[in-house]
């Protein structure tokens, strides 16, 4: 099955090429979304081999996503893998996404860091912890880390989904609009590293603006 590895990135110019290498060490295609960075990310990714799209302004992480699906939704990939930018995800653990594919017959399958959470500073856990059992609940399938941005689907399945968002919300309308349309959902453990990456998430106000959006969800 051909699968395609997209990285949404915002000044990930450190570690953009190491991971666009390896993951194409590893036999699959990478796009990588360039949401308006103002260092080399484009051309470290395009020298590592990817295929770049380049928004010419910061838009957030929902829109780079969405930018990314529309180009590959009609291309012949039978799944595709999202992975961050910045290093915190390990190409090497793909093939667990796959497996537990293969294994559970999912339509989507998400990591999950938070059974080997050592190093998540203290309020990432516990604003996730909080995030996951709310759409837990909404979704009625057992979600532990919705947040995760290491995952993996079916391109079927992405075709789909209807997505809107242009910010973090992506990772829960993903969940929320696979769920809605009957699509399976399961969980993968992955590694997780944390070594003084920056979160630009906010945990205060991106968590209003998450329970905002899930409860106006319909």
């Not at 667990?96 to 999950?112: C, F, H, K, P, Q």
């Not at 919705?146 to 809107?164: D, H, V």
């Not at 829960?172 to 997780?192: D, H, N």
């Amino acid at each position: 099955m051909k699968t395609v590895c997209v990285i949404p990135s915002y000044n990930e110019e450190k570690t953009i090429g190491w991971l666009v290498q390896s993951v194409r060490d590893l036999g699959h295609d990478v796009l990588v979304v360039d949401d308006g960075s103002q260092d080399r990310t484009a051309p470290w990714a395009r020298e590592a081999g990817a295929q770049v799209l380049v928004n010419p302004q910061n838009l957030g992480k929902g829109a780079a996503l969405r930018n990314a699906f529309g180009f590959i939704k009609d291309r012949d990939y039978d799944r595709v893998v999202v992975m961050d930018g910045d290093g915190q995800h390990l190409p090497q653990d793909i093939h667990r996404l796959i497996e537990g594919m293969r294994r559970t017959g999912a339509d989507i399958v998400v990591g999950n860091r938070m059974g080997r959470a050592m190093g998540m500073p203290l309020i990432r856990w516990l604003t996730n912890a909080t995030m996951s059992a709310f759409l837990s609940f909404k979704c009625r399938q057992p979600l532990p880390d919705t947040q995760c941005g290491f995952r993996l689907m079916r391109m079927g399945a992405l075709r789909r989904l209807e997505l809107k968002t242009d910010n973090f919300e992506i990772e829960s309308e993903v969940l929320l609009e696979a769920a809605r349309k009957g699509f399976k959902i399961r969980s993968v453990a992955i590694t997780t590293v944390y070594d003084g990456q920056y979160s630009a998430i906010h945990p205060w106000r991106d968590t209003f603006r998450f329970l905002r959006f899930i409860f106006a969800k319909r």
